[in-house]
């Protein structure tokens, strides 16, 4: 791997603030719960189906305890109580919950171990759903093989789920060694997540539990025809990140989009809800062992990309500390960054080379995400060939783990089949081309690019000692990240957190917590 | 632009005037063979091509293949008839602007910007009127003579409007990135029939901006300017200040 000369201790000092900050951050989470989580629990532990308005039952079922004032106790509770006093089953519970018109009141609690007793069969069920669909996935891929690193990763968004196989199909017959199917652009916001299999939206397609069974089965079919494993990315992000987390482990994706701050500055979703979300949502991941994608790639295209690098360090130590503290490890903690620089500044490809190098050598075991231009892509769909073909040869010379490929029609329409193609074929040719150049590579110690790393980094570091100071929640106030600045009790989805009260009970929670 | 009198006849020009040389790229569903290959020359024959050539063809999908033709094209353009509606902006810089608008108006021009619809992407409406701004250009917020409201993205146009209203606005900038399926007209039209519903329409000045608005769609939009790819601030600023000058009886020239 090529090598470029940074102080160690720096880079120690920079986790050791993430970890206060993560520190300081966490101890608000574990005091709290939203509406998503508790939303999460219910489909976990069995809460099905929707309403003749397509509204989840989860979604009316947690609503109305929220309303009743029960929730703080948790949604486990509400179940569990209502299963013991009814002697129903859980979705009977469930469904009296939800739209029963007069709840009994002032009646006999249960003690909580029977509580529990009545629970633990579901809890053991929903870890069983996790388990089991890990296992198929590891499974699956041994038998057929990993390709190598960069991964392809290219994205389909027709907005119909079948066409979107056919799309994902093809893709992975063209090389893709990854397909994403980007969500519906208003779906992020939507406090509940649609049902079925679905064939409209708008820059994309909705995610649901059904949409991931589909695309899966589409990329199953072409992994064994190609005899070579092929991934498959959604998006738990927004207000459902943590729903969202669940279908996708229980459905078998590899790899999800989600970021600690992405909702709270691109989407102005509450903070304290993003936050208590990404924890929850996380630890289902960790234990579905579905890699992390995170946004700090998103930074560079409202910030300046050489001005913002190195708040894009910083987030990517903080988005790691959060990431532990939620139980997953390097291997499958994906940070993002971007070749968004100026093509035209002098010496762009060296500063983007120094950046992805320090990103490489900073988090070695992380399956680092490599975004292509963006920003800076005109509808010169020649030029804009050339630019991508520079970004892999960054990605494949400095072992980028993810690349999601630039496609020459950025900035003019969501990608055709033959655009797609096109991408994958030039990408292949740079990837192989400059296979073992990395090895080869050793940057000069006072050279342009040591010399821009120790910037970004030390940049880094003053960012990160600041952020220390004052708190995240004051950081993202005065828009140290992205240049976007929010309000702890601004922005969307607030009414969803609660305190956990103080018999707040999530057997769910614990055992996820508990596994090693 | 002025119409002439005389034709000036055009042609693609590859190497030669009049040559009429293209390249056409394009994707046929059917895998590559000599069949395949004769019919993507006839494909670029019927759209007027002749001495085709048809440099690649490969495999891109299941059953598709795409191509890369080459072709002299018969078709011309006579230049001289050519009308075409553009935007009637002075060319004048930040400083200027704010000089021309405190002078002739007297006070600021007040505006709200949104990424109106489902549409989530800002890098547009961020690119007009953020302070950071666009290609070394500051946005709107830096303007002395412009008071900006970014309202942000997924905002609906009861929310734009009411905004509109509350700040006192005299200008409404809408931008619409997401395409899919014409969309962004859907929203466009939409914002411009609620201000007529409410007989609100000629209060303020409509702007609509994007990859794909130009000044013909904004106007057959009902909105009063569009501005596509490459625009700086400075000319939606310019254009907004002759615009209100406009409405308020003021010389609205530079």
């Not at chain 1, 208590?276 to 295209?301: C, K």
């Amino acid at each position: 791997m090529a090598h470029v000369e940074v102080e160690q201790a720096l880079v120690d000092r920079c986790r050791k603030l993430s970890s206060e900050i993560a520190d300081e951050v966490q101890g608000f989470i574990d005091a709290h719960t939203t509406t998503g989580v508790e939303r999460t629990v219910a489909r976990a532990l069995g809460v099905e189906g929707v309403d003749d308005r397509g509204t989840p039952l989860a979604n009316t079922l947690v609503d109305r305890v929220q309303a009743r004032g029960d929730l703080g106790r948790g949604i486990s509770w509400a179940l569990g109580e209502a299963m013991l006093h009814t002697k129903s089953t859980l979705q009977e519970a469930a469904e009296r919950l939800a739209y029963e018109r007069a709840l009994p009141e002032n009646r006999p609690e249960p003690s909580v171990g029977a509580v529990r007793e009545a629970l633990a069969p579901h809890v053991q069920a929903a870890l069983a759903r996790i388990d089991a669909a890990r296992r198929a996935r590891e499974e699956t891929r041994a038998a057929l093989g990993m390709a190598d690193n960069p991964w392809k990763y290219v994205i389909v968004a027709t907005g119909n789920i079948h066409d979107d196989a056919v799309q994902a199909k093809a893709a992975a017959r063209s090389g893709a060694d990854v397909v994403a199917v980007i969500r519906a652009t208003a779906q992020s916001l939507l406090d509940y997540v649609p049902h079925g299999a679905t064939t409209e939206g708008y820059g994309g397609t909705f995610a649901t539990q059904e949409n991931f069974r589909i695309i899966r089965a589409a990329l199953d079919e072409a992994s064994r025809e190609l005899g070579r494993y092929v991934m498959a990315t959604n998006y738990s992000s927004g207000l459902c990140m943590s729903e969202i987390a669940w279908m996708g482990a229980v459905e078998r994706l590899d790899m999800l989009l989600n970021d600690s701050m992405y909702g709270i500055l691109f989407r102005d979703i509450n903070m304290r809800r993003t936050l208590v979300d990404q924890y929850f949502s996380r630890r289902i991941i960790g234990r579905a062992r579905i890699i992390i994608n995170t946004g700090e790639d998103n930074y560079l295209t409202t910030a300046d990309a050489v001005e913002a690098a190195h708040t894009v360090l910083a987030s990517q130590f903080i988005n790691e500390a959060f990431a532990h503290r939620a139980g997953l490890d390097d291997a499958l903690i994906g940070l993002g960054h971007a070749y968004e620089i100026d093509p035209w500044r002098e010496d762009s490809f060296l500063l983007e080379l120094a950046q992805a190098q320090l990103v490489r050598q900073i988090f070695p075991a992380h399956p680092i995400k490599w975004m292509p231009p963006t920003k800076h892509k005109t509808g010169d769909i020649f030029q804009s060939h050339v630019h991508d073909a520079l970004f892999s040869l960054v990605g494949v010379s400095t072992g980028q783990s993810i690349e999601l490929l630039g496609m020459f029609s950025e900035a003019i329409h969501n990608p055709l089949m033959m655009d797609r193609h096109l991408a994958l074929k030039a990408t292949r040719y740079v990837f192989n081309a400059a296979k073992h150049l990395g090895e080869e590579i050793r940057f000069q110690p006072d050279g342009r690019i040591a010399r821009r790393a120790r910037e970004v980094l030390t940049g880094a570091l003053d960012l990160l000692e600041s952020v220390r100071a004052e708190t995240l929640w004051s950081a993202i106030g005065r828009g140290a990240f992205a240049d976007v600045k929010r309000e702890p009790t601004g922005g969307k989805g607030l009414h969803g957190v609660l305190p956990r009260a103080r018999d707040y009970l999530n057997p769910l929670l614990e055992q996820l917590e508990a596994a090693p | 632009m002025t119409r002439s009198d005389r034709p000036k006849i055009l042609r693609a020009y590859g190497d030669r005037a009049g040559d009429g040389m293209v390249q056409l790229s394009f994707t046929l569903e059917m895998s590559p063979s000599p069949r395949a290959k004769e019919a993507a020359r006839r494909f670029a024959q019927a759209h007027g091509l002749e001495d085709i050539l048809v440099t690649c063809m490969e495999a891109c999908g299941p059953e598709h293949s795409y191509f890369v033709v080459y072709g002299r094209s018969k078709h011309t353009v006579d230049v001289a008839r050519i009308e075409v509606p553009q935007l009637d902006i002075p060319e004048l810089e930040r400083d200027e602007i704010d000089k021309l608008v405190m002078e002739r108006l007297g006070r600021k021009i007040v505006l709200v910007g949104a990424c109106t619809g489902s549409d989530a992407h800002t890098v547009g409406i961020d690119a007009i009127l953020n302070l950071k701004g666009y290609a070394g250009e500051k946005g709107l917020e830096a303007y002395k003579a412009f008071e900006a409201y970014n309202l942000g993205a997924q905002v609906e146009n009861e929310a734009l409007l009411t905004r509109a209203r509350a700040v006192g606005a005299d200008a409404i900038l809408v931008s619409q990135v997401i395409t899919q399926r014409g969309c962004h007209k859907e929203n466009a039209r939409a914002l411009v029939d609620l201000l007529l519903e409410r007989r609100e329409r000629e209060r303020f000045v409509l702007l609509l901006g994007g990859p794909r608005i130009d000044q013909r769609l904004a106007v057959e939009l009902g909105f009063d300017g569009g501005f596509g790819p490459g625009t700086l601030p400075k000319h939606v600023a310019s254009f907004l200040a002759m615009r209100v000058f406009e409405k308020r009886g003021l010389k609205c020239s530079a």
